[in-house]
Nanobody, 123 residues
Framework: QAQLVETGGGSVQAGGSLRLSCSTSGYIGSDYCMAWFLQVPGKGREGVAAIARYTSPIYAESVKGRFTISRASDKNRMSLQMSSLKPEDTAMYFC?????????????????WGQGTQVTVSS
């Protein structure tokens, strides 16, 4: 099973930008979906964006136009460029990988998870 590690979290003022990265080891099928999720204390994980080789990226409505997901050509690295950040984007962000080639933002479609990286946006 793949191991995933997120980096790039931190604190930023509203309107600022951050770039999260996810590095992986172990097998991840090049056609399979990878995704970013967020979680705030007391709530379940919510899908942010997902990407696979042969499908267009998908985004949660709340981040469309502000976040961009990308995946490196070696398929073992994924990034989330976050712009125009809002205080409500404050959360722990997780990267995830699955074994499906049609992406969703549902947690049950993913079977490997990183430990998370904290993003804090101040007003």
């Amino acid at each position: 099973q793949a191991q995933l590690v997120e980096t790039g979290g931190g604190s930023v003022q509203a309107g600022g930008s951050l770039r999260l990265s996810c590095s992986t080891s172990g097998y991840i099928g090049s056609d399979y979906c990878m995704a970013w999720f967020l979680q705030v204390p007391g709530k379940g994980r919510e899908g942010v964006a997902a990407i696979a080789r042969y499908t267009s990226p998908i985004y949660a409505e709340s981040v469309k136009g502000r976040f961009t997901i990308s995946r490196a050509s070696d398929k073992n690295r994924m990034s989330l460029q976050m712009s125009s950040l809002k205080p409500e984007d404050t959360a722990m962000y997780f990267c995830a990988s699955g074994d499906r080639d049609i992406c969703t933002l549902n947690t049950d479609a993913y079977n490997a998870w990183g430990q998370g990286t904290q993003v804090t946006v101040s007003s």
